[in-house]
């Protein structure tokens, strides 16, 4: 469990911390690493640690002419997608480029199809004539918040309103304010899952909270028991920590896994039984694969007739899906059993940045209100859109499938998300040759592999495992015709790893 030891949000450890500092420091030092906030030295963030930097070292000595035993890094550290080139969605960009600038509409008659300027001018009549430049309502625009309410009704069911939805700049940007409102001190806690995107194991320690472990099953599919949450629960609480909220990611990041609906149903029961705000990190929600439907928290909260008795935060996001439009910067949250005082609060924090990014905000409303049956803009719509998510499925498959050939390498399927996160054997000449070098083995050994191959991917360290296990992960969004050039350094840098330390 995490925990800080200085506090700055209980009046007097804050008078204490400065009297720490005054001993150490003198007044008007100048900024430096010593002298920072002492919470930030808890943070750690995988994805864009150490083995990226290493890989951007190698990149930019490929452009120099340099000869490596590679001639290009392929980034699988990170979900993002068009940063490996997924083709992005004709129609949002269209309408994108016509609110940005409108002195095109009359030029592109013709060129555009007609449902493209409609939705264009509709947005444009809700901002003004300079399009995405002037800053909205600080909850987001309305339109667009009305757009994401009918989104929702319309995929769990049950109405949505959209004076509870705040829009923002990604979904951490969500997570990041809910954090920042619940956590009071060092004796708040947020169980969270493990493995887990290490934004939360960030961002809590940042805020003087308590990371509270609770750990998915890998023998069941990365399955959750209601046991374990039970005891996670209890052993904070026996420890003097609160449990203030859960955070569950469906589909799973960084492992995959698509939750039966009898585990959420106890995710949400446990939440209500427990007075504990469910934290519901639902990004992935379009990337569902096998034949698996997605079901939202919210949808499961309101079948079981429990909307009344527990507190739910739902995030989504551009980023991902089939859209991937993560430099844009969009998401939203959804509150459900948040009195109006506390909504109150909620705003005046989105208050402070004025409003999130309008150009996110204009994804965030196509996304959740796209060409329908009988637009012109439709088909290609489909078509464009089924072809990523089908394309993803091939590659999610050929990667898990080459993993499990792998000696000592074995790969749940992914079944949602876009990540691969298998567990490895490392021998122990391998382990020993880690702590000679400094490094946690899986750490070792993606370093190795990167250093190889040029294959940037992350140790499982980065995102939490159970004692004694290794793992990384990789995605699979190379292009598709990449994905065996892919397999075939990993088969051949593993094979080789083995034999340079069996």
């Given at each position: 469990m995490l925990r800080s030891s200085v506090t700055q949000t209980i009046p007097g450890v804050r008078r204490l911390c400065v009297r720490m500092f005054s001993q150490t420091t003198t007044p008007g030092a100048k900024i430096s690493a010593n002298n920072l906030n002492p919470l930030l030295s808890e943070v750690n963030y995988a994805v864009r640690g150490e083995i990226v930097v290493r890989a951007g070292e190698y990149e930019k000595q490929l452009k120099q002419g340099k000869q490596l035993p590679f001639k290009s890094i392929i980034y699988c550290?990170?979900?993002?997608?068009?940063?490996?080139?997924?083709?992005?969605?004709?129609?949002?960009?269209?309408v994108l480029s016509l609110i940005e600038y409108p002195d095109l509409i009359p030029h592109v008659r013709g060129f555009y199809k007609d449902d493209v300027i409609a939705r264009a001018q509709q947005y444009l009549q809700h901002l003004n004539i300079n399009g995405t430049g002037p800053y909205c309502h600080s909850q987001g625009v309305e339109i667009i918040r009305e757009e994401v309410a009918n989104f929702i009704q319309q995929r769990d069911g049950h109405k949505a309103d959209p004076a509870n939805i705040f829009l923002t700049n990604g979904a951490s940007s969500g997570?990041?304010?809910?954090?920042?409102?619940?956590?009071?001190?060092?004796?708040?806690?947020?169980?969270?899952?493990?493995?887990?995107?290490?934004?939360?194991?960030?961002?809590?320690?940042?805020?003087?909270?308590?990371?509270?472990p609770y750990y998915l099953n890998e023998d069941q599919h990365w399955g959750l028991s209601l046991s374990e949450l039970q005891r996670s629960f209890a052993q904070a609480t026996d420890n003097g920590i609160l449990p203030r909220a859960l955070v569950v990611i469906n589909p799973g990041n960084p492992t995959g896994q698509v939750l039966s609906l009898q585990n959420m149903q106890d995710i949400v029961r446990f939440c209500s039984d427990n007075d504990v705000l469910l934290m519901a990190d639902e990004v992935y929600q379009d990337n569902v694969y096998g034949?698996?439907?997605?079901?939202?928290?919210?949808?499961?909260?309101?079948?079981?007739?429990?909307?009344?008795?527990?507190?739910?935060?739902?995030f989504h996001s551009i980023s991902k899906g089939f859209l991937g439009e993560c430099g844009k910067r969009g998401g939203y949250y959804e509150l459900v059993g948040f009195d109006q005082p506390t909504k109150d609060v909620i705003y005046k924090i989105a208050s402070i940045s004025l409003c999130s990014n309008v150009t996110g905000q204009i994804i965030v409303g196509l996304?959740?209100?796209?060409?329908?049956?009988?637009?012109p803009s439709y088909p290609e719509y489909e078509q464009q859109k089924n072809s990523i998510i089908q394309s993803l499925e091939r590659r999610s498959r050929k990667l898990v499938n080459l993993l499990n050939t792998l000696e000592g390498v074995s790969c749940n399927s992914a079944d949602g998300a876009m990540y691969a996160f298998p567990k490895i054997t490392i021998p122990p000449k391998a382990v020993e040759a880690a702590n000679r070098a400094g490094k946690v083995p899986d750490m070792f050994y993606c370093l190795e592999l990167l250093a190889n191959t040029g294959i940037c991917v992350v140790p499982g360290s980065g995102f939490g495992q159970r004692e004694g296990t290794f793992h990384f992960r990789t995605t699979f969004l190379p292009k598709e015709e990449n994905i065996d050039e892919v397999n075939q350094r990993l088969s051949a840098f593993h094979k080789s790893f083995l034999d340079q330390y069996r």
């Open positions: 550290n990170i979900g993002n997608p068009q940063q490996l080139l997924q083709t992005p969605i004709s129609f949002h960009r269209q997570v990041d304010t809910m954090l920042r409102l619940i956590i009071r001190g060092p004796n708040d806690g947020i169980m969270i899952p493990i493995p887990q995107y290490p934004l939360y194991s960030a961002t809590i320690p940042m805020y003087n909270g308590a990371a509270i034949g698996n439907q997605f079901t939202s928290f919210r949808k499961v909260t309101y079948d079981l007739g429990l909307q009344d008795k527990i507190q739910l935060v739902s996304n959740s209100n796209p060409p329908k049956a009988g637009d």
